[in-house]
């Protein structure tokens, strides 16, 4: 009887540990191979959301889409400075409500990865840090320093104690299965000696200290002390292993693209390259990637940092920025994705995964299959067979010979085998549409433009102070506003030679950034500018001064505040390139950041006067923090009464600078994604309906625009668009943010331009165009359950899909044969099948979404034989109705 008690007592022992791991889950834990999650190795893909980067609305699809795309986490940063806007002070409504953001991560079914920092870099404003740290005593950034460490151990644990308040920790029932703290840290560590060593070191403890029951990693650290994972960033870590060898292999940052700043190119990466990243780093022991990013929205322009970042944080991620309202069901608004950058991932997801058993049991073999070719083959003892094939070579394809069989790799490709025999994805062999985006005319007419001119003859005095010398910006603006007026006056002789047909003086201001207009006597005399990488510069102009007094007003404008940039921004492929980078970086940002100097710190001076050489610097200045505009928030319709607006036309004529301009509409009607066109503006901010659309600049972008291969390893300047054109011309404007009538438009323009030509247009997919050869790798060509041996081969088949909302309206192109060019260029090539169009239109015209099987069976006669043949097609997307779609789309 006493052993029977005993069995039953453990029989319910193991039943109650069976519960309390179901719901509660125990603590996620990690070997050398991967996280285990309940026990179970992990392959696990996960993309970058950052939650104020998106609005509440837009959390859900989101979130749905990079599941879709076969994501298994989220992960995002923590933002000190939104959260904590004043000391002790704290913030999580809105789009800084992160407790909701991680539990609609949790609704999903997917994990997060809360990357606390509490640094953060991001592109964003101080690197995330609120301004006010700047100014507590002694402090000193990011090192061995008391007052820091305390202010970043006490929001580390507000994040962290609000995650556990709500369960959301994985140890704790919850989607939490990884933490970060530092960020990017291990330059900055070296160049700082022991500080930054025992800094490092004191920030691993606390946060392992505090007990979440889930791994911390620290980025770009190769010291980060046991138990804390290092982890990798960059376009490409296959090079990269752990400290330790019983600790993952993590990417916590594979990046998608690359920012953009204001002036600059728009960056891209080739979908065939980053999927050939992320193959190689799985195929080389690699099991956790995280995208950066996956999807993203906008920001306001007070969040942007860099400086010169561009309002758009686009990154050139599989899921863009503009919004598409789901539909009368629901309120959710979502990213529009991306192609073919989404499907192809997405594929490569499916791929990998199928290979997880055998990824997760054993460590590759690796063996070469010719000069630049190799085959890593995982295999357990359980019977799991997977296999890598490789080809490096970055001008030719190449034809192998594995496990007795013959396979075609095209150049800088990998093909991933999840039996060893059949190939189910090549990273080179894009098979998923490419879709065309275009800005349409929304037809949303705006009503009445007035306009209202920032006076600068009369200051208020109860805003300005004057005091000797030249004071730096943000001491003096605490980052209220981008605006700081530096005025002061000169007394200019009637007997100066220049006001008798001699020449005019020169003044010369040294700015420390990033923006300057020089006004003399009320009038605009020029402007100066920056860039991010230079952005120092001098404003060198001649003056027209009177006999008499002179007002001289120095309008400094800041474009964000410092950020801490990367050490890696080029690859490992250039290794000279990486040297000058570093280089780069460390003149032009440098530890302590927070030490940086910003707007005009002199010297200010006159040349050219019967006196010589006049230096302003150190005489008497009057500052005005912002413009007064802002102060009678304009940008609210409760503040437009309060000045007399006069009609725009009367504005425009004379077009002047330090102009706020203001107008209403109506919402246009249907659910595309909204932009405003900026193109006949200069500088300035937007508003709509009280809400900070962000800066816009419409700086004309220089680079290298000479088209872009996918061979070869990536870097910023290797893929760039829009050279010639503004950086960034339209601006979206989240539907959420309007009402259906009167809308309220205000614009803020610092250099005088025509706000008769803004125009509210809508981002829709007008083409869609797809390629896909005969024998194109298939995941239906492989059974689990006939271990890799297809009772029959499946032709592969062309997808199409527009909008929601939209049908394929028309056939644009079709060819199946040997057809030339690329998505808006193609062309009938030497072989050519003449049923091309009548398969298409009959298969795909009227329906939102259609498949065509490429086959000689389903184009009639074989119109060239002994050829390897493909589908070319590109299709018209254009708006419809539910009761005219065709809901059959298989062919």
Not at 205 to 215: D, I
Not at 780 to 792: A, C, D, F, L
Request: a neutral charge; one cysteine or more.
């Amino acid at each position: 009887m006493a052993t029977l008690f005993v069995y039953r007592m453990l029989i319910v022992f193991c039943l109650s540990l069976c519960l309390c791991c179901h719901h509660i889950h125990c603590s996620v834990t990690y070997d050398r191979k991967a996280l285990l999650i309940n026990g179970q190795r992990r392959i696990l893909f996960s993309g970058s959301i950052h939650y104020p980067r998106s609005t509440p609305d837009m959390w859900e699809d989101l979130i749905q889409k990079a599941k879709d795309g076969g994501l298994d986490v989220i992960e995002t940063y923590v933002f000190w400075n939104v959260h904590e806007p004043s000391p002790g002070n704290y913030n999580f409504e809105g789009r800084y409500d992160l407790v909701r953001f991680i539990k609609t991560i949790q609704k999903a079914g997917l994990y997060a990865h809360l990357r606390i920092g509490p640094y953060v870099c991001a592109e964003w404003n101080f690197g995330g840090f609120p301004v006010w740290l700047k100014y507590v005593p002694g402090i000193s950034f990011r090192t061995d320093n008391e007052p820091f460490k305390r202010a970043m151990q006490g929001f580390t644990e507000k994040i962290v104690n609000l995650m556990k308040s709500e369960n959301l920790f994985e140890s704790q029932g919850g989607p939490i299965i990884l933490s970060q703290i530092e960020n990017e840290y291990g330059a900055q560590s070296k160049l700082l000696g022991a500080a930054g060593h025992n800094y490092m070191t004191w920030a691993a403890k606390m946060a392992v200290e505090m007990g979440t029951g889930v791994p911390w990693v620290m980025c770009k650290e190769e010291d980060a002390p046991d138990p804390v994972i290092n982890s990798c960033n960059g376009f490409y870590c296959d090079a990269f292993t752990p400290n330790q060898p019983y600790k993952p292999t993590i990417w916590t940052e594979a990046w998608s693209g690359w920012f953009t700043e204001f002036g600059g190119p728009i960056h891209q990466r080739p979908v065939q390259d980053l999927a050939f990243a992320a193959a190689r780093f799985i195929q080389k022991g690699g099991s956790f990637i995280n995208y950066y990013m996956v999807g993203l929205f906008t920001i306001e322009f007070f969040l942007a940092g860099g400086p010169f970042i561009t309002t758009s944080y686009d990154y050139d991620a599989p899921i863009d920025e503009y919004g598409k309202k789901l539909g009368s069901k629901t309120e959710g608004f979502a990213g529009l994705i991306r192609q073919p950058k989404y499907g192809h991932l997405k594929e490569l997801h499916r791929a990998i995964k199928m290979c997880e058993r055998a990824l997760v049991s054993a460590d590759p073999i690796v063996t070469s299959l010719g000069g630049f070719q190799q085959a890593h083959v995982y295999s357990s003892e359980s019977g799991d067979c997977a296999a890598f094939l490789s080809n490096y070579d970055t001008k030719s394809a190449a034809r192998v010979l594995f496990n007795n069989m013959h396979y075609n790799l095209p150049p800088w490709s990998i093909s991933v085998l999840p039996d060893c025999r059949n190939v189910v994805f090549n990273t080179a062999k894009v098979g998923v549409q490419t879709s065309q985006m275009e800005m349409l005319p929304a037809n949303a007419e705006m009503f009445s433009w007035e306009s209202y001119f920032e006076d600068i003859s009369s200051l208020d005095d109860s805003s300005t102070f004057t005091t000797q010398g030249l004071l730096e910006q943000i001491n003096v603006t605490r980052d209220a506003s981008d605006y700081l007026w530096y005025i002061t006056s000169v007394d200019i002789g009637s007997s100066e030679s220049f006001l008798h047909g001699g020449e005019l003086p020169t003044l010369i201001v040294q700015s420390t950034g990033h923006a300057l207009h020089i006004f003399i006597n009320g009038q605009l005399s020029g402007s100066a500018f920056g860039t991010r990488e230079a952005r120092r510069f001098m404003y060198t102009g001649k003056v027209n001064l009177r006999a008499g007094r002179n007002k001289i007003a120095l309008l400094s404008v800041a474009v964000g505040l410092p950020i801490r940039e990367d050490d890696d921004s080029v690859n490992h492929f250039d290794f000279i390139a990486k040297l000058i980078m570093i280089f780069v970086i460390m003149k032009n940002v440098g530890g302590h950041y927070e030490t940086w100097n910003t707007g005009i710190l002199g010297p200010v001076a006159l040349h050219g006067l019967d006196q010589g050489k006049w230096d302003l610097s150190w005489q008497k200045w009057t500052y005005q923090v912002g413009l007064r505009g802002e102060a009678m928030n304009l940008v609210s319709p409760n503040g437009i009464s309060s000045v007399e607006w006069m009609q725009s036309s009367l504005a425009v004529q004379r077009q002047q600078p330090l102009m706020w301009h203001k107008a209403y509409f109506n919402a246009p009607e249907g659910d595309e994604p909204l932009a405003l066109d900026m193109e006949g503006m200069g500088k300035g901010q937007i508003w709509i309906n009280g809400q900070s659309v962000g800066r816009y600049w419409t700086a004309y972008a220089k680079g290298d625009c000479n088209g872009c291969n996918y061979v070869g390893g990536y870097r910023p300047t290797k893929c760039q668009l829009g050279c010639g054109q503004p950086t960034q011309r339209w601006y979206h404007v989240p539907r959420s943010w309007l009402k259906p009538t009167q809308n309220f438009l205000v614009v803020f323009e610092e250099l005088g331009g025509n706000p008769s030509r803004i125009s509210l247009v809508k981002r829709s997919v007008t083409s869609v165009c797809a390629e896909v050869a005969e024998y194109h790798p298939t995941i239906k060509n492989w059974h689990i359950e006939s271990y890799g041996k297809p009772e029959e081969f499946h032709s592969p088949k062309v997808h199409l899909r527009c909008s929601p909302g939209h049908a394929i309206s028309s056939i644009k192109f079709a060819s199946f044969g040997t057809p030339l060019g690329t998505c808006g260029s193609y062309q009938q090539g030497p072989c050519h099948s003449p049923t091309s169009y009548d398969i298409l239109e009959k298969k795909c015209v009227g329906k939102q979404r259609c498949a065509v099987t490429i086959s000689n069976s389903n184009f009639g006669v074989d119109p060239c034989p002994n050829v390897l043949k493909r589908l070319s097609v590109e299709a018209i997307c254009s708006p419809t109705t539910s009761t005219t779609m065709q809901p059959n789309w298989r062919g």
